[in-house]
């Protein structure tokens, strides 16, 4: 069987010699790959074992510590299942502080989070938002609350820190969809629509039709640019809640209604006001007042129920997580794997966390320098080896279908992708023709050229475990 490497202008044409071994036929693919253009500078690990006795098959720079982009998931995603459970659900509580009489609430409503990040998501019937504001609204009334609230709705968590950011995430990802932070209340996947629409000619001014971000103003410097040239527009978005934030880049001439997806500063303001306006438009009228911190209430031990919200099972959260490669999810996870150990939920308390769980289980600390649980920062470091090594460990455990089942399937093969600047990597399993079951995790740094080429290159040396 002929193999060809198509990457960046060379052509390398691999056949592999009638009964040579796996680990030859791999070494004879890397070594053509490390030896194109594209390479040069670049470095390149892959590490193959026998999924069945976790021996190796081939390894090749598998120590080396490199950025994994979201295969780094495989970390967060195990952990959770092994110390949360696949049936873990999280619990949004609506309580209050005060008596009801007449029909109205004398006192605070508290929407009291615990880091739920599917609250309000789209991907679930139970969690849309329209269903999850339609259940408080009718928790109210049932308990009695149907003219009004006198008091403040206040958004409250407790343990979860106020950085939702992890450090090493770039300005550049931060105000974006796929960068949104992580907190006690999640709303929407912390996301939102920025609408917009370009000139007729390049470098024309590109204006902003209407968001659903609470905050609206923007310093809007982005620009139209040629025809077929694509979504080049980010959102920068300071950390700090009421900061304006900076839309910069490029879309297309003679779009009409171009959507970019932003990440939102203050999910917890953004899902106070929502539930506010449904009160007033179910005929609940309240101040609309929204306190952040609560002032002068009473104690938490004395607040009374109205309403509780369970995410979907943690399995179902794994799904999307990995599926989609969903940052939020992994962020959220490794803050509730902290507060469910008893730890503050921040990511620094839940990372130690997930590097103590690993080491515990055979991987070298030094050999996966986490800095979030998603992957995104440029500056997290892990070995193919460290990979696989969680590749298997799963393949133990009573939960591993369900953790098998997440992983999306590339290029024939069920394998967690990632992909950051200058970073491509896989890592999953594959059962090759004649029944042998390999684990393997591939990655590639500071390749020059095209992502898309990489990938085929990358591709076609996976390919020889089929």
Same mark, same amino acid.
């Given at each position: 069987?002929?193999?060809?490497?198509?990457?960046?202008?060379?052509?390398?044409?691999?056949?592999?010699?009638?009964?040579q071994a796996l680990s030859q036929q791999l070494a004879t693919a890397v070594r053509q790959l490390e030896a194109t253009p594209a390479m040069k500078y670049a470095i390149f690990s892959l590490y193959v074992a026998d999924a069945k006795t976790g021996k190796p098959v081939y390894a090749h720079n598998n120590n080396i510590g490199l950025a994994p982009a979201s295969t780094q998931k495989l970390f967060t995603s195990t952990a959770a299942f092994e110390l949360l459970g696949p049936s873990f659900r999280y619990t949004m509580q609506l309580r209050h502080d005060g008596e009801i009489g007449a029909g109205r609430l004398k006192g605070n409503l508290y929407v009291v989070g615990s880091g739920d990040p599917t609250l309000g998501s789209w991907r679930w019937k139970e969690t849309k938002d329209s269903v999850v504001l339609k259940q408080l609204l009718a928790d109210c009334r049932r308990l009695g609350i149907t003219r009004g609230i006198d008091g403040a709705i206040i958004p409250y968590s407790v343990g979860f820190s106020h950085q939702g950011i992890p450090d090493g995430w770039i300005w550049q990802d931060i105000g974006n969809y796929y960068g949104a932070g992580a907190y006690g209340i999640n709303w929407q996947e912390n996301q939102y629509d920025l609408h917009l629409r370009s000139g007729a000619t390049v470098n024309d001014p590109v204006s902003i039709l209407e968001d659903s971000d609470p905050n609206s103003q923007y310093i809007n410097e982005l620009k139209s640019a040629a025809k077929?040239?694509?979504?080049?527009?980010?959102?920068?978005?300071?950390?700090?809640?009421?900061?304006?934030?900076?839309?910069?880049?490029?879309?297309?001439?003679?779009?009409?209604?171009?959507?970019?997806?932003?990440a939102l500063a203050d999910p917890a303001m953004?899902?106070? =006001?929502?539930? @506010?306006?449904?009160? %007033?438009?179910?005929?609940?009228?309240n101040s609309g007042q929204v306190d952040i911190v609560p002032v002068n209430t009473s104690s938490p031990d004395n607040w009374h129920t109205v309403s509780s919200i369970s995410s979907p099972p943690l399995d179902s959260i794994n799904y999307w997580f990995l599926r989609r490669s969903i940052n939020l999810y992994g962020e959220a996870l490794v803050k509730t794997m902290a507060a469910q150990q008893g730890a503050p939920a921040a990511t620094d308390r839940g990372i130690e966390l997930l590097r103590n769980f690993w080491q515990a289980r055979g991987i070298d600390k030094?050999?996966?320098?986490?800095l979030d649980g998603s992957g995104l920062s440029p500056q997290n470091r892990v070995t193919t080896t460290s990979l696989v090594q969680v590749l298997q460990y799963a393949k133990t455990r009573p939960w591993y279908s369900s953790f098998y089942h997440c992983l999306p399937e590339y290029n024939g093969m069920k394998? =967690?992708?990632? @992909?950051?600047?200058? %970073?491509?990597?896989?890592?999953?399993y594959h059962?090759?023709?004649?029944?042998?079951?390999?684990?393997?995790?591939?990655?590639a740094n500071n390749y020059d050229g095209s992502s898309g080429e990489m990938v085929k290159a990358m591709y076609q040396v996976l390919n020889l475990l089929k």
């Open positions: 069987m002929k193999y060809i490497l198509l990457f960046l202008g060379s052509i390398l044409l691999f056949t592999p010699s009638k009964g077929g040239s694509g979504d080049n527009a980010y959102i920068y978005l300071s950390p700090v809640p009421g900061k304006m934030p900076l839309v910069a880049g490029t879309i297309p001439v003679n779009e009409r209604s171009f959507a970019i997806s932003g953004a899902l106070t =006001k929502a539930f @506010s306006a449904v009160l %007033a438009g179910g005929g609940i009228d030094a050999a996966i320098h986490l394998m =967690k992708s990632g @992909s950051i600047g200058g %970073a491509r990597a896989f890592a999953g059962t090759a023709r004649d029944g042998k079951e390999y684990s393997f995790a591939i990655i």
